[in-house]
Nanobody, 121 residues
Framework: QVHVVESGGGGVQAGGSLRLSCAAS????????MGWYRQAPGQQRELVAA???????NYADSVKGRFTISRDNAKNTVYLQMNSLKVEDTAVYYC???????????????WGQGTQVTVSS
């Protein structure tokens, strides 16, 4: 199995910062992509940022210049640094890991349980 655990959510005022962390553990042979998604009430889940094992990043237009995704391969952890937060960034944030399992040699996509980020005006 592969386990993914997020941490770091909470409440912050507009203009503030938060850092989310997401650690993966278990039967992991290799990681292809790590991504952060978010889902606001009544909205579809959307990609916020993603990073490949080679360090190539991709961001939603709405967060470019404000959010930074990074990863620590040795710790199997991915981070999302969120600066200049806006009220519209309020959502449940999920991380997703994609890679190859070491026990079954099959591809996996594993989601975390989600962490709430609330930005107040």
């Amino acid at each position: 199995q592969v386990h993914v655990v997020e941490s770091g959510g909470g409440g912050v005022q507009a203009g503030g910062s938060l850092r989310l962390s997401c650690a993966a553990s278990g039967n992991i042979f290799s990681i292809n992509t790590m991504g952060w998604y978010r889902q606001a009430p009544g909205q579809q889940r959307e990609l916020v940022a993603a990073i490949t094992s080679d360090g190539i990043t991709n961001y939603a237009d709405s967060v470019k210049g404000r959010f930074t995704i990074s990863r620590d391969n040795a710790k199997n952890t991915v981070y999302l640094q969120m600066n200049s937060l806006k009220v519209e960034d309020t959502a449940v944030y999920y991380c997703k890991w994609s890679g190859l399992r070491s026990d079954t040699w099959r591809h996996f996509d594993e989601w975390g349980q989600g962490t709430q980020v609330t930005v107040s005006s």
